[in-house]
């Protein structure tokens, strides 16, 4: 199932599905999603929006686009990272001048890459490598066209602001999926891991992110005891601040990054996947929607019990119930929506 790469001591994951690396929360809501019949049609339709065909051509003349003759390097990581998540084809990328540290993948019907002189400048290449994983992996699960949605939503919220009913309604939904990209972000910190084969980089990347380039000046344990005093809090209002400071955020804080990755290594699942041990692609279908809910809620459950925060501690006995209700949710919707595509068929049969 998984076998070495030709030009490194790599493993390349055969056939994997995004399932093996990706958050409960983020797996449970894709797999809800994905579950509705014509879904993602219907999203990808929606996402003409957002005109991707005007936004290719922007980065293409107004960026360098990776190749043999442009960042060999970077393109060697993509071709990598794109062989050892076994995705079908190589996704372009562009090194985009700005001084802020960004990646991104964004379109639709063919995704692509770009990352910021600010972000290629700040890392080095093994880092370089783990930050075009977790693009890849974001390829692979499909984020891409959910996010280009999002940056559609945000746009048309902006215009449509003076009117508040409209703008309260579009405004809960980019609320929802930025705490699901948030998630996402958690996946793809894994996805990277899982291209890059290299924990140390991964975590001096995400050490970067909050620290800038002197990593001599920085120790990763003090940096995961920052998340641990972060996530204890203070009182109440430390807690409320907390929460409004995530408002129009699409990215977790990088010590919670950090400490999500570490705890991910530290249980074992980045082990079991390079011994090989991981959903394919082929039983996707098969995956039951109302397990990935409860997988979900169970990992919000767990995520409340080992916080320390004050507040959070008031909300763990409504968690209790939350995995199997929300699981009986979503077994009833794929349940409608799988009757109702029977019905289609006999009445076309």
């Given at each position: 199932m998984a076998t070495n790469s030709p030009d490194r001591t790599r493993i390349r994951f055969e056939n994997i599905s995004s399932r093996a690396y990706e958050h409960p929360a983020d797996r449970g809501a894709l797999v809800a999603l994905r579950s509705l019949r014509g879904f993602d049609d219907i999203f990808r339709q929606l996402s003409g929006l957002f005109n991707e065909r005007a936004l290719r051509l922007m980065f293409l003349s107004s960026a360098v686009r990776v190749n043999e003759q442009q960042f060999p390097e970077v393109h060697n990581y993509v071709r990598d990272a794109a062989y050892v998540l076994d995705l079908d084809e190589v996704p372009e990328l562009y090194i985009q001048m700005n001084p802020r540290p960004n990646a991104m993948a964004i379109g639709s019907k063919k995704p692509f890459m770009v990352m910021t002189t600010g972000l290629f400048d700040l890392l080095d290449p093994e880092e370089q490598r783990f930050v075009v994983g977790h693009e890849v992996g974001h390829i692979l699960s499909g984020h891409a066209v959910y996010r280009t949605m999002l940056l559609a939503l945000v746009r048309l919220a902006a215009r449509v602001a003076w009117i508040p009913l409209g703008y309260i309604g579009i405004r809960a939904i980019v609320t929802a999926l930025e705490e699901w990209y948030r998630k996402s972000e958690l996946s793809c910190d894994r996805a990277g891991l899982l291209a890059a084969q290299d924990p140390d980089a991964a975590k001096r990347a995400l050490m970067k992110l909050a620290g800038g380039s002197r990593l001599a000046e920085m120790n990763?344990?003090?940096?995961?005891?920052?998340?641990?005093?972060?996530?204890?809090?203070?009182?109440?209002?430390?807690?409320?601040?907390?929460m409004l400071s995530l408002v129009g955020q699409t990215h977790p804080f990088a010590v919670i990054r950090m400490a999500e990755l570490h705890r991910w290594i530290d249980g074992g699942d980045y082990q079991r996947i390079l011994n090989g041990d991981y959903p394919l692609r082929d039983t996707d279908k098969d995956a039951s929607v109302g397990q990935?809910?409860?997988?979900?809620?169970?990992?919000?459950?767990?995520?409340?019990?080992?916080?320390?925060?004050?507040?959070?501690?008031?909300?763990?006995?409504?968690?209790?119930?939350?995995?199997?209700?929300?699981?009986?949710?979503?077994?009833?919707?794929?349940?409608?929506?799988?009757?109702?595509?029977r019905r289609d068929n006999t009445s076309t049969g």
């Open positions: 990763p344990d003090s940096f995961l005891e920052q998340a641990n005093e972060y996530d204890r809090g203070g009182d109440a209002r430390d807690s409320l601040i907390k990935e809910a409860r997988n979900a809620a169970n990992s919000y459950r767990e995520s409340w019990e080992r916080s320390a925060d004050p507040l959070v501690g008031t909300l763990r006995n409504v968690a209790g119930s939350a995995a199997n209700a929300g699981g009986r949710l979503f077994d009833t919707v794929a349940e409608r929506w799988q009757n109702a595509g």
